[in-house]
């Protein structure tokens, strides 16, 4: 934590307004934008910024201690307008505040914190609610290198763990982050935020490739469906046995509704259409194997009538596109029979690299068998040939 007192508070000034002018930019009809705090809105998120603001100038003031200072107030009629005011307010009464102890209930009952401490724990709540906003509003956010510089270790500094995860958390449980992550990763991921994140982490259906189309399935599709998930030689590789009209309904039953990407297990299944005839040819799918590292498994099925035209391949690409840029996966993986040399190749022209080789790791029936890893990393997708090709965009 910051020890220097005059720093802190031209840092903090130097966030707070930089805040001031990310909700200058927010219209009305964006307070019920999603944010990556989760649970809370535009408006949710401004309304604690206000309070805060309020409440750690009043414990520059010498008033921490009273509750009512630190209260969430209900959105008023100008919400922009009032988080200006506080944001002034609490400008002034740290640069002119005497204090060298400041009251915190909200942190701890009782105790006193150095002024340079509690002005450190308020700087890095704007640090990344600034970003939050911008987040929220699709802009671009750019605290000079100076100001994130300084925010890494108080960031790092912010105790982790269970009280994270309690309603009304500003914060949530910190994220895996790589050794060549600069200063604002490093912030963001100590509190709990993906930096690719984005409103829409919601996937956006249908999805249209060229030549296919991949949307949820309803209960007319139970004939096509039936008619691939009952032939042997389409499990082959899925230590199970066909399955039968009766689980097929049961399956789309299940499926055809399911859009939810937020806890660990969430899946998505969709049917793989051509755009140019009626009928589903197959499916592909993406189940959240690890909701906090941002781990997806991606996986497929297609009718034998239809291979060797490359659909698999075709609505894979696009499925994983929407994993990794849409839904903010950060490693997408597969993992299939060693003996499945098609699905293989299909990994290997998603530019998946083979992480593992399993042997002998499961059993189906009196054969043993054994397991390929496939997987790739967003940032690599992003930088692959294929990718670009699929995109129109520049590797």
Not at 48 to 56: E, I, K, L, V, Y
Not at 94 to 122: K, N, V, Y
Not at 195 to 223: C, E, K
Not at 364 to 387: K, L, M, P, Q, T
Request: glycine share 6%; aromatic share 8%; charged share 25%.
């Amino acid at each position: 934590m910051h020890t220097d007192l005059a720093a802190i508070v031209a840092l903090d000034a130097r966030a707070v307004r930089y805040s001031a002018d990310l909700v200058r930019q927010v219209r009305r009809i964006d307070l019920d934008r999603p944010t990556p705090c989760t649970g809370w809105t535009l408006a949710d998120l401004l309304a604690h910024m206000t309070a805060q603001h309020r409440g750690f100038a009043a414990a520059a003031a010498g008033a921490g201690p009273d509750l009512a200072h630190w209260v969430v107030d209900p959105p008023g009629d100008d919400p922009v307008a009032d988080y200006l005011r506080a944001a002034e307010a609490v400008i002034a009464a740290f640069a002119d505040s005497p204090r060298s102890q400041f009251a915190l209930p909200e942190i701890s009952m009782g105790r006193l914190f150095p002024a340079a401490t509690a002005i450190s724990f308020h700087f890095i709540d704007y640090v990344v609610h600034a970003w939050d906003v911008a987040a929220a509003l699709g802009t671009t956010y750019h605290f000079e290198p100076d100001l994130l510089a300084a925010a890494v270790p108080v960031a790092l500094a912010v105790p982790d763990g269970e009280r994270r995860l309690a309603p009304g958390s500003a914060f949530r449980p910190a994220l895996p982050v790589t050794e060549e992550a600069g200063p604002l990763e490093r912030v963001l991921t100590a509190l709990g935020r993906a930096r690719d994140w984005n409103p829409g982490q919601l996937l956006t259906l249908p999805i249209t490739t060229p030549r296919l189309l991949l949307r949820l399935f309803t209960a007319d599709d139970l004939d096509d469906m039936a008619g691939y998930e009952g032939m042997a030689s389409v499990v082959r590789y899925l230590y199970r046995p066909p399955r039968t009209r009766e689980e097929c309904a049961d399956i789309i039953t299940r499926v055809s509704a399911a859009t939810a990407w937020a806890a660990t297990g969430d899946a998505v299944t969709l049917a793989i259409c051509r755009r140019t005839e009626p009928g589903v040819i197959g499916q592909v799918s993406l189940t959240l194997a690890d909701a906090r590292a941002r781990q997806a498994e991606i996986g497929w099925l297609l009718h034998p009538a239809h291979e060797g035209h490359a659909y698999a391949t075709e609505a894979a690409k696009a499925l994983a596109t929407a994993a990794l840029e849409q839904l903010g996966v950060h490693r997408l993986f597969a993992r299939l029979d060693a003996e499945n040399i098609r699905s293989a190749r299909l990994c290997e022209r998603l530019g998946m690299r083979r992480e593992a080789h399993l042997v002998e790791n499961d059993i189906d029936g009196e054969r043993w068998g054994s397991e390929y890893v496939y997987a790739i990393r967003a940032r690599e997708f992003r930088r692959s040939a294929d990718h670009a090709l699929l995109t129109g965009s520049r590797p």
